[in-house]
Each structure stands twice: as structure tokens, then as C-alpha cells.
């Protein structure tokens, strides 16, 4: 009789886990790899972004702050001074009015540089004798304010910084929801080596594919700080 071989059942039983996966395999652990690789490189990057057009974002809304706050000194320094133009205008109308040309002569040469050409346009239409005259230099177009055109200036600057933050806070959203779907990613492609029936894997690869897709086109649709 001759020689029979036999397997105990716990040899048999190591053969068989022991088999090498087939190549359908390997494929899909190198995809569900590649996937979560390139997934971590594009979080990192989102957050990177993130936190960047986050400073972007407050340095903008401080330094919009610090322009508004010198606009209105300069358009409190411009208040001033047209009172004080306003006051040394009727002290020299009330001089005229009541004939003393000295004084009158005195508060015309106080007036400032700035409004002395109104005043010699409110002059050349006659307002003593014309009724339809404006009825001061302040009001009149010639009438220009330094103060008042920096104020103006510097709030068109902190408009621009404040709209340059709200800017940011939408760039710093869009990076932030980005992560989301990598995160997303991150779970699909990770559970997919955990399962077993191919087909199954197969389509939360793909979905984690498409996650992927759609979240490196927000992030490449946006700019960087």
C-alpha cells in the first residue's frame, strides 16, 4: 500500500488564508490608498488656506476700523472748521451792517484760504441787492473743505478694506467647506478596505472619487492668501 499524505484540517484551514489577493484586489487597495494620500495633502492645503484668508479677514476689518476712525476726526476737523468760518463771516457781516469797515476789514482778514474764493463768488452776485443770491459763501460751490475731501477719501478706503474682509470670511467658508467633502473621502475610501463584496467596494470608491473631484474644484476655484 503506499504512502498517503493527509492533511491535518488547521493546515488546510492556513492555506487558504494564507492565498495571496487576486490583482482585482491589490488594485482597489492602491486606489483606496491613492485616494486617501492625495485626501490628506488636500486638507492639509484647505486648512492652510483656511486659517491664512482667516487672518486676511480680521487684519482687514482693523485696519478698516483704524481708517474710519481718522475719517471722522478729519470730518470733525472739517464741522469745526466750518464753524469757525461761519462765525468770522457774521462777525464781518454784522461789522458791515453796522458801518464799521475796520472791524469789517479785520474779519475779512481772518478768513481763511480756504474761503475766500467762496466769498468772492458770493460777493460777485450782488446779495445785498439781488433777492435771488444764495444765501451765504457756505453754501456756495466754490466752498471746499480739505478735511472734508480726506474724510471722504478715507472712507472710500475703509469701504474697500472692509469689503477686502468680507472677502476673506467667504474665501476662509469655501476652504472650510472643501474639507467637508474630503472628510468625507476620507471615511468612503477608508471603509472600502474594510469591505469584502467587490461590487459593493467598487462604488464607494467611485463615490469617493467623485467626493474628491468636487472638493479640489472648490479648492482650485478659489484664490490664495
Same mark, same amino acid.
Given at each position: 500500500?503506499?504512502?498517503?499524505?493527509?492533511?491535518?484540517?488547521?493546515?488546510?484551514?492556513?492555506?487558504?488564508? #494564507?492565498?495571496?489577493?487576486?490583482?482585482?484586489?491589490? =488594485?482597489?487597495?492602491?486606489?483606496?490608498?491613492?485616494?486617501?494620500?492625495?485626501?490628506?495633502?488636500?486638507?492639509?492645503?484647505?486648512?492652510?488656506?483656511?486659517?491664512?484668508?482667516?487672518?486676511?479677514?480680521?487684519?482687514?476689518?482693523?485696519?478698516? #476700523?483704524?481708517?474710519?476712525?481718522?475719517?471722522?476726526?478729519?470730518?470733525?476737523?472739517?464741522?469745526?472748521?466750518?464753524?469757525?468760518?461761519?462765525?468770522?463771516?457774521?462777525?464781518?457781516?454784522?461789522?458791515?451792517?453796522?458801518?464799521?469797515?475796520?472791524?469789517?476789514?479785520?474779519?475779512?482778514?481772518?478768513?481763511?484760504?480756504?474761503?475766500?474764493?467762496?466769498?468772492?463768488?458770493?460777493?460777485?452776485?450782488?446779495?445785498?441787492?439781488?433777492?435771488?443770491?444764495? @444765501?451765504?459763501?457756505?453754501?456756495? @460751490?466754490?466752498?471746499?473743505?480739505?478735511?472734508?475731501?480726506?474724510?471722504?477719501?478715507?472712507?472710500?478706503?475703509?469701504?474697500?478694506?472692509?469689503?477686502?474682509?468680507?472677502?476673506?470670511?467667504?474665501?476662509?467658508?469655501?476652504?472650510?467647506?472643501?474639507? =467637508?467633502?474630503?472628510?468625507?473621502?476620507?471615511?468612503?475610501?477608508?471603509? #472600502?478596505?474594510?469591505?469584502?463584496?467587490?461590487?459593493?467596494?467598487?462604488?464607494?470608491?467611485?463615490?469617493?472619487?467623485?467626493?474628491?473631484? =468636487?472638493?479640489?474644484?472648490?479648492?482650485?476655484?478659489? @484664490? =490664495?492668501?
Amino acid at each position: 500500500m503506499g504512502h498517503v499524505h493527509v492533511h491535518a484540517p488547521h493546515e488546510l484551514t492556513e492555506t487558504s488564508a #494564507s492565498a495571496a489577493p487576486g490583482r482585482g484586489e491589490r =488594485v482597489l487597495e492602491i486606489a483606496a490608498v491613492l485616494l486617501m494620500s492625495i485626501t490628506t495633502l488636500a486638507t492639509a492645503w484647505s486648512g492652510y488656506q483656511a486659517a491664512r484668508w482667516s487672518g486676511e479677514q480680521s487684519q482687514s476689518f482693523a485696519r478698516a #476700523s483704524a481708517v474710519r476712525i481718522k475719517a471722522q476726526q478729519q470730518a470733525t476737523a472739517a464741522g469745526q472748521t466750518r464753524i469757525d468760518d461761519l462765525l468770522y463771516f457774521n462777525g464781518w457781516l454784522n461789522a458791515r451792517q453796522a458801518g464799521n469797515r475796520a472791524l469789517a476789514t479785520v474779519y475779512r482778514r481772518r478768513f481763511r484760504p480756504e474761503f475766500v474764493p467762496a466769498f468772492r463768488a458770493w460777493l460777485a452776485q450782488r446779495p445785498f441787492t439781488n433777492a435771488d443770491a444764495i @444765501p451765504g459763501p457756505l453754501y456756495m @460751490p466754490q466752498y471746499r473743505l480739505a478735511a472734508t475731501t480726506r474724510a471722504a477719501k478715507l472712507d472710500d478706503q475703509a469701504d474697500e478694506l472692509y469689503q477686502d474682509g468680507t472677502q476673506a470670511r467667504a474665501n476662509d467658508d469655501k476652504y472650510i467647506l472643501s474639507t =467637508v467633502f474630503f472628510a468625507a473621502v476620507l471615511f468612503f475610501a477608508g471603509i #472600502s478596505l474594510r469591505l469584502l463584496w467587490r461590487p459593493l467596494r467598487m462604488v464607494v470608491l467611485v463615490l469617493a472619487g467623485t467626493m474628491l473631484v =468636487v472638493g479640489v474644484g472648490v479648492v482650485l476655484s478659489l @484664490p =490664495v492668501a
